[in-house]
Structure formats: C-alpha cells, structure tokens
C-alpha cells in the first residue's frame, strides 16, 4: 500500500469512527428522554417503602448519569465535525459557577466531601455560552469529586487576574503522574484502572473542556505536585472588554397557583410514544388538558380541531416533518393563538433559525427537562 493510500484509508476509517459514534449518542439519547419523564412521574407519587424508595433513587442517579455520559460523547462528536455552535453572550461568570456548583453538590455529598467556592465582590463580565460554561465547569467538580477520597476537600475559586477571568477547580485527591498531565486531555484517555474499571467514564471530559474552552478564546490547564497529592485545573477566558450593558431582565408576575401555572390546552406530537405518553401524564398531573399525536398529518388535523393553546411538535416526524408541520399549523388563521415549541434532538444554532423561520416561538433541546417546560409554560400565559 503507498503512503497516500494508507493515509486515505486511515481518514475514512476516522471518519466512520466519527460518524458511528455520532449515530450512537444520538439513538441512545432518544430512549433516554421517556425514562427520564417517567421517573420524574413516578417520583411524584407519595411511597413510604423503602425498598421502593430505594429503587426510584437509583434509577434516577444512574439515568442522570447516562444522560451525562451520551451528552458528552454527543458534544465531543459534534465539536470534531465542527458541528457545535456557541451561543456567546455577555454574563457574570459568578452566576454560572454558583449555578454549576450548586447541580454538583450531590456528587460531594455521596461522597462527604467538602466543597467550598470563594468568588470576588466585583462582576466577572465575559462573552460566554451560558450552558457550555456551566458544562465545562461541572466536568472539572465531577473530576474533582471522582477522584478524591471520601471526606476529602474540593474547592472552586474565580478571580480576575489583568484581562483575564481565572478559575481554579482544586482537590486534594488521588492527583497525577507527569506523564497523565500531559496527556489528560486527549480524547478517551484515562489513568490505568484495573479491570474493575471502578471510576468508569469515557475519558472524554476534559476533552471537551479543553475544546469548549477554546472555543470562548481560552486556555486550561492541569497541575498536581504528583500521585496522593491533588490536581487542580486552571480555566482562562478573557475578561470582557468593554463595560457590559445591563439588560434589565424583563420583569414577570409571580404566578401562583398549580406547579405549571395556568390551565393550557396542549398539544403534543411526537412519533415516539412512549416519550409522548410521559409528557402526557406529567402535563395532565399539573393541571393541563393534553392531546397526542404521532405523526405529521395526525398532529394537523388534532390541532385543527382540538385548537391547542400549545403545540409541542417533535421534529423529526414521519410523513411530514415537525417543520412542515408548524408552517401549516401557521398558515391556518384559526390556530393563529397557538404557541408553537419545537422540540428537537439537535441543539445547533442553525436547527434554531429554521425552526423559527418555519414559525416557531420557541425551541427545546431534547431530552426535554420537565422544568424547562413547565417555566416556558408558565412564562407564555
Ligand atoms: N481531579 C483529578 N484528579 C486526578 N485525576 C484526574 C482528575 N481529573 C481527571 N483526572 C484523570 O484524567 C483522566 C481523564 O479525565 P476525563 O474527565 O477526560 O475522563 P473521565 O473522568 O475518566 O471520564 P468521563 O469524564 O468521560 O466520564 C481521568 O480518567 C483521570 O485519570
Ligand atoms: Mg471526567
């Protein structure tokens, strides 16, 4: 074989790698979203045996931790097909931490660890993706937690070093050899663990810190004086230039009343049952009044007749897609009030422009987090 054509065979055979790894996540995210409405259903029915108890706990931790895994392996596929577009806004870096932090302290609290985070009094300004730094940020305190012992210490810390924001994640755990350190960040690289493979994961988190951290104009690092002896991981990103306007929030009522605010008329399309039916329940068990349907035309003529106040329209759909769907739904003068939410399993930017080119308000990512809906519900009355 010649040199040109070994080099050929080696890119296809990347690529496939790419594109089966790709297809993996995704069919593997779409039954994940069902289970997750499920649980959350079955977690709303008061149990007092233990054993039940029990059971739900687990499902719901290692469900979140699947989600976790097939998002990451999702976002590392979508970055090396540069598929992955930040939506960069200016913002206070310290709300995304408290944020990040606070989604992680279950981790610290499973394992009685101690977690601390020191921010300044001063606003860290910088144009970031919201959603990518909270991400970047809980796979280093998942790190962090993961590999320190129990009873250990965590820390999260942020400051502005000159024209940079500095974020510093640090345990005192199991630490890293040099050669680790130089090598951590490449994509599915991990320290040796025995056969038991007791910390599990992909190893693909700080590729995708180190990727997406780039992508805002940064840097990160990892240091650790050596085994036993703690890591820290170091995130530069530039600080904002100029003064950021505030954009004063605009201003919502409080709403009372049932968990879901007002009563809506809605209307659910989606061609995976199961994931219908759960959203289903839980929107009934708020208080609403739903309808489904499972394909295009079907989700047209409910809506016809059923005039929803809300349409939840899966993307995706056979015989006429979730677009589609919508354009017609926004040509009929008698579905003129409804809202219509496009609900995908693409996050990309561009999914977001067509989608409200085709006459959508709004957009969910799949799997659809229930609190996510049930704020936009509230939010639209
Ligand atoms: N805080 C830390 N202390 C010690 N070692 C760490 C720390 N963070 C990461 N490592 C080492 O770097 C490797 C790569 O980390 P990475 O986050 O990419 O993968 P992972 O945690 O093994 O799996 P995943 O994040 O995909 O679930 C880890 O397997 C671990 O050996
Ligand atoms: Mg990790």
């Known amino acids: 074989m010649t040199e040109s054509k070994r080099v050929e065979a080696l890119e296809s055979a990347d690529r496939q790698t790419q594109e089966f790894l790709a297809v993996l996540a995704h069919e593997l995210r779409n039954p994940l979203a069902p289970i997750a409405n499920a649980l959350t259903l079955l977690a709303r029915k008061p149990t007092t045996d233990p054993a039940e108890i029990w059971v739900r706990e687990v499902l719901t931790r290692q469900t979140g931790q699947l989600g976790r895994l097939v998002e990451d392996l999702l976002d ?4 090396t097909r540069s598929a992955l577009v930040l939506d960069r806004r200016p913002a206070d870096v310290r709300a995304i931490l408290r944020h990040a932090a606070d989604a992680s302290m279950q981790w610290f609290d499973e394992r009685r660890q101690s977690f ?3 921010l300044p ?3 860290l300004m910088a144009d970031v993706d919201e959603v990518r730094l909270s991400q970047i940020t809980q796979n280093l305190l998942h790190n962090a937690a993961k590999y320190t012992p129990d009873g250990g210490t965590v820390e999260l810390g942020a400051r502005r070093e000159g024209v940079e924001i500095v ?3 640090r345990d005192n755990g ?3 050899t040099p050669e680790l350190l130089s090598s951590a960040f490449e994509l599915f690289k991990q320290a040796q663990q025995g056969l038991e493979r007791a910390q599990g994961g992909l190893g693909v988190g700080l590729t ?3 990727r997406l951290v780039g992508m805002h104009g940064g840097t990160v690092q990892a240091r650790s004086e050596g085994p036993g002896r703690g890591a820290e991981f170091i995130v530069r990103l530039p600080l904002r230039a100029e003064p950021a306007i505030v954009r004063p929030q605009a201003e919502r009522p409080a709403t009372s009343g049932p968990a879901g605010g007002a009563r809506r008329r809605i209307l659910v399309v989606d ?3 199961d994931a219908a039916q759960a959203l289903r329940l839980l929107l009934e068990s708020d208080g609403h009044e739903v309808q489904v349907a499972s394909d295009g035309p079907a989700g047209l ?6 005039r929803p106040g809300v349409a939840l329209l899966d993307i995706g759909l056979p015989k006429m897609s979730g677009y589609e769907l919508a354009q017609r739904m926004r040509e009929d003068p008698a579905l003129k009030g409804t809202l219509l939410v496009a609900v995908t399993g693409y996050g990309q930017m561009h999914d977001r422009a067509r989608a409200s080119a085709c006459g959508f308000h709004h957009h969910l990512v799949k799997p659809v987090e229930f609190g996510a809906l049930q704020q936009l519900l509230r939010e639209t009355v």
Do not use: H, T
């Not at 590392?76 to 970055?79: A, N, P, Q, T, Y």
């Not at 003529?301 to 059923?306: G, K, N, P, S, V």
């Open 76 to 79: 590392v596929s979508r970055i």
């Open 301 to 306: 003529a409910a809506a016809r007749q059923y």
């Open 208 to 210: 995708l810190v180190q």
């Open 121 to 123: 009094e001063e606003r």
């Open 116 to 118: 601390s985070i020191s």
């Open 174 to 176: 199991i630490g890293m």
């Open 167 to 169: 974020i510093r994640v």
């Open 271 to 273: 061609d995976n049952r």
